[in-house]
């Protein structure tokens, strides 16, 4: 099951050629630099826009030839870069604008429980002129979900909001990512918010779809350009095992151990993913002993990529059943004789948190 | 005010609600296809219905009256189905009012559909609302102010009128006599008294008229965006 997508348009000095299959479970995030058609593409999914384009989603034929299935006929729920509530109605009105809509037939969201989800119930009797940025996107984001659509597309929702409103939201949508069970096309530019939302990632470049493929396999990928590769990176995923309150600490389990964090808000069992940047990864051969370090993962060499300065050499690793990146100077490397296939130790000096989810 | 002045405030009230209300049902969807359509048909029919406003009216009622007279295309066409010609009555005054204040209902209509813009229409859509239900739901409530815009100014701009009136109905008493007619012919009989008295009651008229249009306004003045929208977007116009 997948969301088929075949794209040809020339627009003057913008060409879209696609051609890919998006999964259709989990979020996927469509990234790429501003002026990739990211934003082109995920209204041509919606029917917003008609495109020269092929668009067949789990089976069911959307747009083909001659063949156009009007937007409100797909069943997708939209959230723009801004959020575009509709001025005639309080927030309860937007909300039940959807609700009223939703077909018999899909499964139905309550209005209760979106509004829960989404921290909405101190807000709908506001009118939405009413609402900050952060607070109107909410009540978009909850609009969107309850007309029950199959696949939500999501136009950075959060690109047009201060530093404040994105801190504010992304919990939410966090959240929204472990409790939906459609899915969910995420546009945007920031590698973060990728990092922190998508299950897989399809990387647009200059009207092309490079790659699509699970977040961490493209995330440790040195042919591509993932972000600044100072930040280079990668994410596991985990759940809080248990807290250690005397040193402010938690424990994370993931695949291939555990890792101690400071301390979180979240109960012990809710799920966390947590970003390791390469330059805070550093190996060794021996299982280390008496070290400040406290989160030591035994890991798997895959490959070695020298970067373009001469000086570092990037690293690629499998700790349990996650991939890890280790940036490490070319002198490091050879001394240490490393090969793929090599047992070693995976030292982390620091793991940024990325979902306090709760 | 005499029987005959009464009868004609009455016909000139009559005229310019029937004129509002038809006009308002032909221009909706006019004025919506002229603001969203993709034509380009829509440039030579905005300069079409903005013809009545440059045309001298007795221009706009002569050919009308050569048009729907018994000799004429439509005075004809009437005839071999066994209707009268519209020349000279109500019927015809309807007629000529509605093609004068075209102008005055499509372009606030028009106006206030563009405002709408096209994201909130989109959203609607992403919410599985048909083309007609996201004009009923969306559009038709956003453009309210243009339907008050676009009835008053209807309304008065065919109470006002007077070549057109004067060419097509002809000035019968009763029948096609307007009251900005009757003040014409009492002022050419010299009844000052007679043509101030009817006068005054349309002056009264249009200020109850504007009254209503402006306290209509102020109460939407708290509801901040659509204010602002409104005074980014609203026609050119409007009377401050």
Redesign the interface.
Known sequence: MALELSVALTRGPFALQVECALPTRGVTALFGRSGSGKTTLLRCI???ERLPARVCFDGVLWQQGRRFL????R????V?QEA?L???HDVRGNLQ??LR???AAAPHMQLEEVVELLGLRELLKQ????LSGGERQRVAIA??LL?S?RLLLMDEPLSSLDEQSKAEILPHLTRLRETLAIPVIYVSHSIGEVMRLADHLALLQEGRVREVAPLAELLTRADLPLGISEHRGTVLSGVIDSHEPRYHLSHVRVSAGLLAVSQLAAAAGSAVRVRVDARDVSLTLLPPERTSIINVLAATLIDLTPEADGAQTLVRLRVGEELLLARITRRSAEQLALAPGMALYAQIKSVALMDPSG | MNAEDLLALTISLRLAALTTALLILVCTPLAWWLATGRSHWRTPINALVALPLVLPPTVLGFYLLVFMGPAGPLGRALAAVGLPSPAFSFSGLVIGSMLYSLPFVVQPLRDAFAGVGSRVLEVAATLRASPFDRFVSVALPLASRGFMTAAVLAFAHTLGEFGVVLMIGGNIPGRTQTASIAIFNHAESLDYAGANRLSAALVILALLLLLAVYAGRRERRDVGQQARQDVRQGPPWRWS
Request: hydrophobic share 35%; aromatic share 14%.
């Open positions: 919606a029917g917003l009007p937007t409100h006929q069943g997708v729920g939209y723009f575009s509709f001025p005639h604008y959807a809509r939703q077909p009118r939405a002129q009413a609009r969107a007309a659509p």
